[in-house]
């Protein structure tokens, strides 16, 4: 016997709008569980991966050292280290007739620079699906109440068309309608939990970034890594 109550009622009595909304939601939901998970899977990765940076600083030669380092895109130390290690190469490897173009910004300045857009770009990496999280997050609640507002509007036109209000023909469909806004609420809380989760990881990773360029920028001017203290 069908459940007069059940999602499959209000499934088969929605119109045009309701399962676009639902479809909305859904798809919506199944977005922010994939970001999700592949945005958590990578920055457990880049925790791991920051074990491998006192193999770096030990070897012998930088060419080494970025040996010692995952040659993986989704490694932002490598990304920057790598970055360093080109900018110095074409600061130094240009010839004497294009000298003069880099009279004005020096050795230094050039690298600072060259490592700043390196940490830039893999920061820019790490923010990929927060845009869609806190999107999702700010406008899920109010799809799914837009769902619930249509639902109950569509079920007191079938309520004034039948003449008929008793509680068990208005409790039904106006139950069955409110179900969009917990849709709404289940798809966007993972989304800010989520959000808040990731930016916070990911704060903590740029920091570690720019530690490990101001180190880079220290061993590429004076020849040595700043002296860490315990």
């Known amino acids: ?26 798809l919506m939901s199944i977005v922010t569980w994939v970001i999700l998970i592949s945005r958590l899977w990578g920055l457990r990765n880049i925790k791991r991966l920051k ?27 490598f990304m920057v280290a790598r970055t360093g290690h080109e900018a110095s190469a074409h600061h130094q490897n240009q010839s004497a007739s294009h000298r003069e173009l880099f009279q004005t910004l020096n050795y230094s300045e050039w690298m600072a620079r060259s490592l700043k857009n ?28 837009f769902g619930t507002v249509w639902g109950i509007y569509h079920a ?10 008793q509680i068990d023909q208005v409790a039904g469909p106006i139950g069955e309608a409110l179900i969009m806004t917990a849709f709404g ?14 930016n916070r990881s990911n704060r903590l990773v740029v920091a570690d ?22």
């Open 185 to 198: 609420l289940a798809v966007a809380i993972p989304a800010v939990l989520g959000y808040n989760t990731i």
């Open 156 to 165: 007191l036109i079938a309520i004034s068309s039948s003449g008929s209000a």
């Open 1 to 26: 016997m069908n459940n007069a109550f059940g999602l499959h009622h209000l499934w088969t009595q929605g119109d045009f709008v309701t399962h676009f909304v639902a479809f909305l939601l859904l």
């Open 51 to 77: 074990s491998e940076l006192d193999s770096f600083w030990r070897a012998r030669s930088y060419d080494e050292g970025l040996s010692h380092l995952s040659n993986q895109v989704m490694n932002p130390f």
């Open 118 to 145: 390196g940490v830039d770009s893999s920061t820019a990496q790490l923010q990929k699906g927060l845009t869609f999280l806190a999107s999702t997050g700010a406008t899920a609640p109010f799809i799914g109440l």
């Open 209 to 230: 970034l720019n530690r490990f360029a101001n180190d880079l920028l220290a061993y590429f001017v004076t020849g040595a890594r700043v002296a860490q203290k315990d």
